[in-house]
């Protein structure tokens, strides 16, 4: 891609991003939260007395990935300011009053003029960058600027612009970064062949280190284990209507085992349509009240963020959604910290912990219902095979655990 496309790309995702705000909340967001931004920048960050540390995250799977290198900074060197920056609203939204950094911001869209204005403003005296989400015109004014860039937690494949023949512009982007911590040999070795030798090291993924840390601080969540009771019970988290459609049948033919379905959008449209999907449910909002009614419907939907890293622990058997869409599996250890075994759709390829995991034994890999529906009996109805692979999904969590203090 040379830099003229690039250039329409950014105009391209600006103009649809405006246009699709007209009617999309999501896109809505992503506009109105960039608006003001500059001005809320320089109103926040004129009272700094040190040049903070900078960390952006694409969302907000990200920022928990890259959250347990933040505050261990903020706890080794507690006078450094932090400044925090998303892309998506996903994260933002979410993270927007997030106590353990000074400020919150919208990365403004990456041109020429706004990486200036913001490096103007921020003046960062180091740089972290959480995974991937790579852009040129800010990678570039930090690389002319001698400002310190950090790639945390990357992941590289053969597939990626970086290594085909129109990659030139990717591969500059690389070149920007002052070091990459990755997370395993893969990726060190396509780096290797692009001439990054010195400045790449093979550090694992923070975000075990992260799931260990919510496991670790477990607080119960009210109310679900009067829903569970004494029954069996799965959990499936982050699903689309994709794992909902896998999981219907399931569901409807066994009523004596209590689901836990955790959407991965929570607007009201969707948890609508989800509820229309299970009509013998009941939402976590409205399940206080439920409790005092007998008998409780056996499905409950979770319609709120930031619970459902705990409400695993609740689970019996584990579904992670998101394997049967384009994007892929979502985050799989935050079931398997627990000790739970996890399923998850065919679409997982490009998810290096859920392909160890599997390797691991605590992971499975279905490819349909009837498939779906063959293991989930399984492994509901056999305790033994159940605990042991719940037992090799937590030791594998926990044997890749010290990414962030490696880094750090």
Aim: with cysteine; net charge neutral; hydrophobic share 40%.
């Amino acid at each position: 891609m040379s830099k003229t496309l690039y250039d329409i790309f950014l105009k391209l995702y600006s103009s649809g991003a405006h246009t699709a705000s007209l009617w999309n909340n999501k896109a809505a967001k992503w506009v109105n939260g960039r608006k003001n931004v500059f001005s809320e920048i320089n109103n926040k960050l004129n009272h700094f007395t040190h040049r903070p540390v900078w960390m952006h995250c694409a969302s907000l799977g990200e920022f928990e990935q890259g959250r347990p290198l933040l505050e261990a900074i903020k706890i080794n060197y507690p006078q450094q300011p932090i400044v925090l920056t998303f892309f998506s609203p996903s994260g933002f939204e979410v993270m927007k009053d997030y106590k353990g950094v000074d400020c919150i911001f919208y990365l403004p869209m990456d041109s020429a003029l706004h990486a200036k204005k913001f490096l103007d403003a921020v003046n960062p005296s180091l740089v972290l960058w959480v995974k991937y989400e790579y852009w040129f015109y800010y990678l570039q004014e930090l690389k002319k600027r001698s400002i310190p860039i950090l790639l945390v937690s990357g992941i590289f494949r053969n597939g990626q612009p970086f290594f085909k023949f129109y990659g030139k512009i990717w591969r500059r982007m690389l070149a920007s970064f002052t070091h990459l911590f990755v997370q395993n040999d893969e990726s060190k070795n396509l780096l290797m062949q692009l001439g990054f030798t010195d400045n790449v090291s093979i550090n694992g993924d923070t975000r075990f280190d992260r799931v260990l840390e919510i496991a670790g601080h477990f607080v119960s969540v009210p109310f679900i284990e009067e829903f569970c009771g004494t029954a069996k019970v799965l959990v499936a988290g982050s699903t689309w209507e994709e794992d909902e459609i896998e999981l219907l049948h399931f569901i409807n033919t066994n009523p004596q085992i209590k689901f836990i379905i955790a959407p991965h959008e929570i607007n009201k449209e969707n948890i609508n349509d989800v509820k229309d999907e299970f009509p013998h449910s009941v939402l976590y909002s409205d399940l206080q009240a439920a409790i005092s009614k007998h008998p409780l419907p056996n499905v409950l939907i979770i319609d709120n963020v930031g619970m459902l890293s705990r409400i695993y622990k609740y689970a019996s058997v584990t579904y992670v959604g998101g394997g049967f869409g384009a994007d892929g599996v979502h985050n799989v250890l935050e079931a398997a910290v627990y000790g739970k075994p996890v399923v998850f759709g065919p679409v997982y390829e490009k998810f290096d912990e859920a392909l160890s995991l599997i390797q691991a034994g605590g992971g499975i890999s279905i490819d349909g219902p009837v498939k779906l529906d063959a293991v989930l009996k399984n492994l509901l109805d056999n305790d033994d095979k159940c605990n042991k692979m719940g037992k090799l999904a937590k030791l594998f969590v926990h044997e890749q655990a010290g990414a962030s203090e490696k880094i750090l």
